[in-house]
Nanobody, 130 residues
Framework: QVQLVESGGGSVQAGGSLRLSCAASGYSYSSYCMGWFRQAPGKEREGVAAIDSDGFTNYAHSVKGRFTISKDNAKNTLYLQMNSLKPEDTAMYYC????????????????????????WGQGTQVTVSS
């Protein structure tokens, strides 16, 4: 059974950094499209960043240049390095995955919310104070 477990959230002041991790287990597929979503209280869930097994990435406009997504295949762990954090980045962050070959458009579809995703983590809270 596939499991995604996030960690690394916390509280930080504006301008600070955090690195989120998503440990994936229970799968044996080499193809994937994985990414991060976030949801702030009273707001809709939004895609943040995505990466696929071919190394294609995509970012939401609001985080481009500040956040970096990566995956350590040996550790089966997805990361989101978040720099220059802003109060508006405050949200619950979720890891999600689809274990199949999507193609180069996969990460963009994931970030835009158009890619159906079979697996989700429980979330990790990020709070940025001004």
């Amino acid at each position: 059974q596939v499991q995604l477990v996030e960690s690394g959230g916390g509280s930080v002041q504006a301008g600070g950094s955090l690195r989120l991790s998503c440990a994936a287990s229970g799968y044996s597929y080499s193809s994937y499209c994985m990414g991060w979503f976030r949801q702030a209280p009273g707001k809709e869930r939004e895609g943040v960043a995505a990466i696929d097994s071919d190394g294609f990435t995509n970012y939401a406009h609001s985080v481009k240049g500040r956040f970096t997504i990566s995956k350590d295949n040996a550790k089966n762990t997805l990361y989101l390095q978040m720099n220059s954090l802003k109060p508006e980045d405050t949200a619950m962050y979720y890891c999600a995955a689809e274990f199949r070959a999507i193609g180069p458009s996969g990460p963009a579809l994931l970030v835009s919310g158009l890619l159906p995703l079979d697996y989700w983590g429980q979330g990790t809270q990020v709070t940025v104070s001004s």
